[in-house]
């Protein structure tokens, strides 16, 4: 029922920053948290970030430190900051809101 749109995505070299954003509309649900997924090619889907609608953040140990998440409530939008990105984090990345999921968006990481 919620509809999710991710942007930001592209190419960038290893240390460099991309912010994605995650447009939502619909109905969200505080018992949800907005959360970032990640799918590189050949794994598995695997969290990144999430806020829940009190403003606590949770992240992978892998982006910890490195990303940062958050959200415009009144405004239904979550963002992503990717500070110093390495190569690893290549992957596909998706906005979710249970178990909606956006189409993602393409982040690559090369030197």
């Known amino acids: 029922q919620v509809q999710l749109v991710e942007s930001g995505g592209g190419l960038v070299q290893p240390g460099g920053s991309l912010r994605l954003s995650c447009a939502a509309s619909?109905?969200?649900?505080?018992?949800?948290?907005m959360a970032w997924y990640r799918q590189a090619p050949g794994k598995r889907r695997e969290f990144v970030a999430g806020?829940?609608?009190?403003?606590?953040?949770n992240y992978a140990d892998s982006v910890k430190g490195r990303f940062i998440i958050s959200r415009e409530h009144a405004k239904s939008m979550v963002y992503l900051q990717m500070n110093s990105l390495k190569p690893e984090d290549t992957a596909v990345y998706y906005c979710?809101?249970?178990?909606?999921w956006g189409q993602g968006t393409q982040v690559t990481v090369s030197s």
């Open positions: 979710t809101h249970g178990d909606n």
């Open positions: 806020i829940s609608s009190s403003g606590y953040t």
């Open positions: 619909g109905v969200i649900l505080s018992v949800y948290v």
